[in-house]
């Protein structure tokens, strides 16, 4: 199982190319130096354990089924979570609870399909408590909190995205891979708009001869482990996370 928060901030624009991995700083930092170093000059970066004592690091499969199992949810079906995707995608949704989607990932792996961009405290308000804002956070900056949820080998394709987020995982581990403004047009962009707009590229599998300029396209990527958060200041550029 894989299991991640994200808060979204409305916050416009990029600011690097750079390449190889997300680079890390250490803890703690500032709220000060956090903005003037990384926020301010839209670099991503990740702070290793920053949510390993969040109230959230006790969550699992079982705590879902056993306190929300019949909240109804929202479960992504279709082919973009597993492979190469040619355009246009028609994306698929079923609507199920908690408990029956926890019981297809027991059964069926990553066929049982992904609960994405869960904005859980709309609903379950009181689980805020057990999230806990890092420190060096302006909270105020933080506008809807997503759960995504998924077996795992889930992905999500190679996608825009209009805001930055900062990217708590909780359970599980991901491959987070992040793409600047002025590289994605080696991407192949399909729908370049914010809340559609996504690449046709598997890019753990890129087919480059059907897309060549992929090949020198400057990725930054990082593998984030439980309790790991990454403020990712993507706004613009792509993401793919696996
Ligand atoms: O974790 C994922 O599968 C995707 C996350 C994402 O797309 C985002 O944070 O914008």
């Excluded at 979570?81 to 040619?86: C, Q, S």
């Excluded at 995205?161 to 590289?183: A, C, M, W």
């Excluded at 992929?214 to 706004?235: N, R, Y």
């Amino acid at each position: 199982m894989i299991l991640a928060i994200t808060f979204y901030v409305r916050q416009p624009i990029w600011g690097v190319a750079i390449v190889g991995k997300i680079p890390e700083a250490p803890l703690p930092i500032t709220k000060a130096l956090f903005k003037s170093k990384y926020y301010d000059t839209l670099r991503p970066i990740i702070f290793r354990e920053a949510a390993k004592t969040w109230e959230a690091a006790k969550w699992n499969l079982d705590f879902f089924t056993d306190q929300y199992g019949d909240t109804v949810v929202s479960v992504q079906l279709d082919e973009t979570l597993t492979g190469e995707v040619e355009g246009p995608v028609k994306t698929t949704y079923i609507s199920t609870t908690l408990k029956k989607y926890i019981q297809h990932i027991k059964e069926h792996g990553i066929k049982a399909g992904y609960l994405n961009q869960w904005n859980i405290l709309s609903i379950h308000p009181e689980l805020h408590t057990f999230l806990q804002i890092p420190a060096f956070y302006e909270s105020k900056m933080l506008t809807i909190t997503n759960l995504w949820l998924g077996p795992k080998g889930t992905k999500s394709k190679l996608h825009y995205d209009s805001d930055h987020n900062l990217f708590t995982q909780i359970y599980g581990r991901k491959l987070v891979t992040l793409i600047s403004p002025d590289q994605s047009k080696k991407c192949y962009p399909i729908n370049r708009t914010w809340y559609d707009g996504y690449s046709p590229i598997d890019i753990l599998n890129p087919d480059l001869e059907k897309y060549p300029l992929f090949a020198d396209v400057v990725m930054l990527q990082a593998v984030l482990e439980p309790g790991d958060c990454s403020t990712s200041l993507k706004a613009g550029g792509m993401m793919f996370v696996r």
